[in-house]
């Protein structure tokens, strides 16, 4: 690992765009890391961000590891859109360098896991940053919750009106695809199991302005019988909820709830239990200060690619169940995504790390 005399992490960052330009801010901001290069197939989108952002020495390029290995970085940020993710990470991966990736993963279950693979056939991380795990008030709610017991029934409510225009008012399943997976992996986070299955409906108010469906429901159920009930949406004005969702979580020994904002609060026995937050780095600092520190101690994210897989499905899951009106097994998800993975990649090696997976892992699970 080359890295600054400082100790800083050289950074390569792939995707200049809207998001690119948040990322920009969060690296040069940060004393762990320095941006020393930018990849974008746009040239000037890339110059007009670095010269948003006052940054002059910093190499330009079109391809992740030809700018990696021409400047001597450390890691690799990959922002681009989602189609991008699995081309853009292979290459660095199989270039030698560490990736930090934007969620979602990839576009679907297949592409993640053969990513996943990928990243296990060249020894180095992948870490996706689901950026909405690291606040402190979640952090907080997570060390309430483990106060519980065993956990019985965990809910989110999430109600929003935001006006995107552009490409997200023509999606399809605009509400599951693009924004439930910050509350699903925050279930898998405060669970702390995995889904199991999960029966969800779609529809969209008369009012909407969006193509696709804007509401969604969704049960799921998780190891050891707990259910996680999802309900929201992008068309409702008025009492809007924050953007983490407003959660309430029942167990044997207690009931805790959070606001999405604040400091959650817990009735444990017979006593109300208010919890201290912290003081760490929150939503995309907070993922690439974990990103940092995993690297340095060559140790395994808490959304690592292969771990997040799960959270992956549970909305590709929920996009099926909505569709076909019955209840989906993540677990049948997740094979058939083997099956396609299996036929998709190339690499030889990449597939027997698939394989493996698939025979030591799935099918005993079954």
């Known amino acids: 690992m080359t890295g600054q005399s400082d100790g800083r992490l050289r950074v390569v960052q792939v995707g200049a765009g809207g998001m690119g330009r948040a990322w920009i801010g969060a690296i040069t901001a940060s004393d762990e890391t320095e941006l020393v290069g930018l990849v974008d197939l746009n040239m000037t989108t890339a110059h007009d961000a670095l010269a948003d952002a006052g940054l002059t020495d910093v190499a330009v390029g079109t391809s992740a590891a030809e700018v990696a290995r021409a400047v001597g970085a450390d890691v690799v940020v990959n922002v681009t859109v989602p189609v991008a993710h699995l081309p853009v990470n292979v290459e660095a991966l199989a270039a030698g360098y560490p990736v930090l990736c934007e969620k979602p993963a990839a576009p679907t279950v297949s592409d993640a896991l053969r990513q996943a693979a990928a990243a296990e056939v060249h020894g180095r991380l992948l870490m996706i940053s689901q950026s909405r795990r690291y606040f402190d008030g979640l952090r907080a709610l997570k060390r309430q919750t483990e106060r519980l017991g065993e956990i ?126 912290d003081t760490a780095p929150e939503q995309i600092e907070g993922s690439l200060a974990e990103f940092v520190a995993a690297v340095r101690a060559g140790e395994t994210p808490s959304t690592d690619a292969r771990s997040n897989v799960a959270s992956l499905a549970m909305v590709e899951a929920a996009v099926r169940s909505a569709s076909t009106g019955r209840r989906v097994r993540i677990a049948t998800v997740i094979e058939e995504a083997y099956e396609a993975a299996l036929v998709d990649e190339k690499d030889d090696a990449v597939r027997e790390v698939l394989e493996h997976w698939r025979a030591e892992v799935l099918l005993p699970r079954r």
Not at 215 to 220: D, E, G, M, Q
Not at 233 to 248: I, K, V
Request: charged letters at 25%; glycine letters at 12%.
């Open 152 to 277: 019985g029934a965990v809910t989110t409510d999430f109600f929003r009106a935001p006006h995107f225009g552009g490409f997200r008012e023509e999606m399809e399943h605009v509400l599951l695809v693009d924004m439930a997976i910050h509350q699903f992996d925050a279930a898998r986070y405060l669970i702390g199991r995995d889904p199991v299955a999960v029966y969800a409906e779609e529809y969209n108010p008369r009012w909407s302005w969006y193509r696709g469906d804007a509401n969604a429901v969704a049960v799921f159920e998780f190891e050891g019988g707990a259910r996680y009930t999802y309900s929201g949406s992008w068309c409702a004005p008025g009492l809007e909820t924050s953007w983490n969702g407003r959660w309430r979580i029942s167990g044997e020994a207690g009931s805790a709830e959070w606001d999405g904002d604040g400091a959650p609060r817990a009735e444990i026995g017979v006593g109300s239990v208010e919890q201290e937050l």
